[in-house]
Structures are given as C-alpha cells and as structure tokens.
C-alpha cells in the first residue's frame, strides 16, 4: 500500500467516525417516543411467541416418549428391543433439553412481563 492511499483510508475512517456521532445525537433529541413502554410491549410479545414454539416442540418430544416406550413393550425380539431402547433413550435426551429451553423461555416471558408491569406503573401517575 502506499502512502496516499493510507492517509485516504484513514480521513475516511474519521469522517464516517465523527458523522457517526453526530447524526444519532441530533435523530434522538428529534424523536420522542408516544408511548414509552412500546419497547417492552414488543419484548413480551416475542418471548410469548417463542413460548409457544417451545411449548409446541416440547410437546412433540414428550410424545415421541410416550411411543418409544410403547416400540419397546412391544419389540420381541433382543435387536429391536435394544434399538427401541436407544430410541427412547434419545427421545429421553431431547425431551430433557427441550424441557429446559421451556423452564428458560417461561422465565423470560415472566421477566418480561415484570418489566412492563413495572414501566406501565411508572407511566401512570405521569398520565
């Protein structure tokens, strides 16, 4: 690289620097949001929404359980019992993660709403 191209990459580099600075400054004194717990609103909208994919995907598991537990009843012979069971060991596996990611996502969804119970309350003698 050369010298001139150096020096250019770097007045580049401040200019899109300081510009960056400046613009946010001047769009969030410009902006005032009409309702002040939108943000939170949207939060708890979305982890509802992924509660309920994970809630669907854990009731998935829990019955890919309930018929590895009847394929082993029913194996007759030692191959396909020893299968049926290494199937419902993994449907075991996967339900326990899937049990997790659901305890997690109803925390979230409860954090949530705490947040926005809390900001409506603080919006409310302000009204």
Known sequence: MTKSTRIAAAVAGLTLSFGALTVPAATAAD????DKCATQAAQ?????????RVTAVHERKQDKVVKA???VARADKANERSKA????????EQRATSRKA??????RVAKATERL????????PAA
């Open 31 to 34: 902006e005032a949001p009409a």
């Open 44 to 52: 708890l909208e979305k982890a509802e929404g992924a509660l309920a």
């Open 69 to 71: 537990r009847k394929a």
């Open 85 to 92: 069971k290494a199937a419902l060991a993994k449907a075991k």
């Open 102 to 107: 659901k305890k997690a996502q109803v925390q």
């Open 117 to 124: 119970e809390k900001c409506e309350a603080t919006q409310q």
